[in-house]
């Protein structure tokens, strides 16, 4: 059997930085077992796989394909620069002549649209509550020490914590933040987490990134994840309400490093937009 798979760099312009995604066109259906067995191959954070939903449709033609998204240990429910890897080879590797795709996926349907040199996914806008420090006290001890922290949010919707670090603090500090994501495995207690947001507000002049962030899932095998579109689905609801803006400009602070341009909109819903780099091209043969 061949599959044909491509590696996207997402949310970047430039080869090796952004986040990379593995991505299969799927033309018949795989087994169960092989989705897992793929992404572990591939080794990435999220490998996605794009199927054909009814038997006449075509990579080219047709606007609307089932995707799901696996990390090497599990499938999620949503990821948001595998959706735009994934927009990415349809539109600018399959030459696919609709403006705007359509995906089905266990967060419901999400849909991209290429502006300019960006693609913009439409994804749902998950709302971070207040969280109880005390409950998740040694989780952030565990990943930022004894460093001040503004604000602690929990969004139910994602299972993401949002640990806002004092405003005192620049986008270096985040940057420079040596995190053993490994430790939060332990430290976190209340069983209901599978990520964890650090954050911070960004340039107040109104000029360059509204706020920084940095992402980790070692619940999902992800210790650091380098830039995470629905990490974003979250930040942007809260930095929309803090800020009191509807466009923002983002960045991820790994070590790859990448940018998103976000537009809040009044349906609860967020438009994320990125650039995207493919860098490889191939046929997964089995």
């Known amino acids: 059997m061949q599959i044909p798979i491509f590696t996207v760099?997402?949310?970047?312009?430039?080869?090796?930085?952004?986040?990379?995604?593995?991505?299969?066109?799927?033309?018949?259906?795989?087994?169960?077992?092989?989705?897992?067995?793929?992404a572990l191959e591939m080794n990435l954070s999220e490998t996605a796989f794009i199927r054909k939903l009814?038997?006449?449709?075509?990579?080219?033609?047709?606007?609307?394909?089932?995707?799901?998204w696996f990390t090497p240990a599990n499938e999620v429910p949503l990821c948001g620069h595998a959706t735009l890897a994934s927009a990415a080879v349809l539109f600018h590797i399959q030459k696919n002549t609709n403006s705007v795709l359509t995906f089905v996926t266990l967060s419901g349907e999400l849909k991209a649209r290429q502006v300019k040199d960006h693609v913009v996914l439409d994804l749902p806008l998950y709302t971070a509550y207040p969280q109880e420090l005390e409950e998740v006290e040694e989780l952030i001890k565990a990943a930022v020490g004894d460093m001040a922290v503004q604000d602690v949010r929990y969004s139910p919707?994602?299972?993401?914590?949002?640990?806002?670090?004092?405003?005192?603090?620049e986008r270096s500090v985040l940057e420079?933040?040596?995190v053993s994501a490994q430790q939060f495995l332990?430290?976190?207690?209340?069983?209901?987490?599978?990520?964890?947001?650090l954050t911070v507000k960004g340039n107040s002049s109104g000029k360059g990134h509204d706020f920084y962030s940095r992402y980790f899932a070692p619940w999902y095998g992800v210790l650091e994840d380098p830039v995470t579109g629905s990490a974003h689905a979250?930040?942007?609801s809260y930095w929309s309400e803090q800020l009191g803006k509807k466009e923002?400009?983002?960045f991820q602070c790994s070590r790859r490093g990448g940018e998103l341009k976000i537009s809040v909109r009044g349906d609860g819903r967020v438009?994320?937009?990125?650039?995207?780099?493919?860098v490889l091209k191939g046929n997964l043969t089995f």
């Open 176 to 178: 420079d933040l040596q």
């Open 248 to 250: 923002m400009l983002a």
């Open 54 to 68: 009814k038997p006449g449709d075509d990579f080219t033609k047709s606007s609307c394909f089932g995707l799901r």
């Open 271 to 278: 438009d994320i937009a990125g650039q995207t780099a493919v």
């Open 157 to 169: 919707d994602t299972k993401n914590l949002l640990v806002r670090l004092s405003d005192t603090y």
């Open 186 to 197: 332990t430290a976190e207690k209340t069983g209901k987490l599978k990520g964890l947001i």
């Open 9 to 38: 760099d997402a949310f970047t312009n430039r080869p090796f930085s952004g986040n990379p995604a593995a991505v299969c066109l799927l033309e018949n259906d795989l087994d169960e077992d092989l989705h897992q067995k793929i």
């Open 234 to 236: 979250v930040l942007s």
